[in-house]
């Protein structure tokens, strides 16, 4: 049934000609309300791209009505304006606990401006959760993905909406790094689709280092590989181990050492073949990969390069590797860590004083400046107009300034304020993500968990431990491709 437009829902009987006049003006009402719902599809302005279908991209089992949009804006102009006031987006993912605190906080200003509610839900078991809501017609209106790998998946089935053929790809371009929207492009069953848009992000190229401490000691931050070497060998020969490495961490014991393989891949082969590489095209017994686990083993497997020697690797948490840096006397001096890992520093340190980073060198000049990074992209499953405002307004640095001020979150997005960082030190981190020659999403995280989450975490385990030999362990990560 047509709603009424406010102010004709009461008409008063006067006399017999005002209920014949009222009732003529409810019936105009009515057809001018049904005409306007024929213009649904109207595109929300001219730079927007052709407007979803109940297809592959936009199944029809997730489709609600057509979209309604104004030929003025966009869904997200619309918002702003109250348009969908006392509507509701249903969101599902990872975040829980204090992470699930931030993102209500950063969301909050939003709900209140335009009056959609976004009901978040988080679970810790979101993985094997969402294939079952998704599968079984119960998707939400939004999920967050932080493995890009199973989003693909339903990227695949036809099971997620393009968000290319509503967002202004122009904007889009101003925004981000071109490298997450090609991050963001995936195969679907009916040809390439943008399958969602990148949020919060974590830089991984950093090592991590007791900054006074190191000046003191008079070592000067290294600009290519050879000297990040030549410093290695300096601290060895000043006494102590360069590196605290640590990969044990319970059932996902070895992740840290594909975090390295990959930045390494990064430095000494094109994007392309890294590309190749996540998706099973290029082999890890290829010698583009052997030669970068070589590269990762200068360091590893010299004992005097690494704290506790190179046996002592598979047997400290990823957690406790970094903390040798901090005692009153270092007993290592750097630490190869996303910029997460600040979590797990003494809680009596200041960042920029007591402890800093600097970009993991580049290896082959040739391959630039690459830089990776791990992040949630939120997909898109049900098509309404409040859903698409919603997403738009996650494609704003905006969406995320409460969180970046809390600390602990870089944005993808170009227009976040640098000054919303807490901490040149953050601060730093989100323009290298920006300045990147090659930004590229962890590895593992892409390739499918038997591979990723499986035979390459045991297979660096074992290569490190000693068990086996490079060619063995190149052999044995190759081998989770076929399971």
Sequence with gaps: MTKLPKGLTRLKKTNKTGTVISAMILVLALLLAACGNNNDNSPASASNLTEPSASASTPAETQSSSPEESASGTALDDALAGKYKGTKVTMFGPFTDVDQVKFEE????FEDKTGIDIQYEGSKEFEATISIRVDGGNAPDIADFPQPGLLNTFVKSGKVIDVASFMDAEKLKANYNK????????????????????????VKSLVWYPKKAFEEAGYTVPQTWDELLALTEQIAKDGDPAWAIGIESGAATGWAATDWIEDIMLRTTTPENYDKWVKGELPFTDDVVKNAVNKMSEIWL??????????????TAFGDA??????????????????????????NLKSGEDYDWFYLPPIDPQYGSPVLVAGDIYAMFNDRPEVRAVMEFFTTGESLKTWIQSGGVIAPMNDADPAWYTSDVERRMAELAQKA?????DGSDLMPGSVGAGTFWKGMTDYVSGTIDLDGALNEIQAGWKQ
């Design 106 to 109: 950063a969301v909050k200003a």
């Design 179 to 202: 490298s997450w929207l090609d991050m963001a492009t995936m195969q679907g069953s009916n040809g390439n689709i943008m399958a969602g848009i990148w949020a919060r992000s974590s």
């Design 302 to 315: 010299n004992k005097d390069y690494v704290y506790g020697g190179t046996k002592s690797i598979v047997t």
């Design 322 to 347: 970094p903390k040798v840096m901090f005692e009153d006397q270092p007993k290592a001096w750097m630490h190869r860590q996303a910029s997460f890992i600040t979590s797990f520093f003494p809680q």
């Design 437 to 441: 020659t090659t930004l590229r999403f």
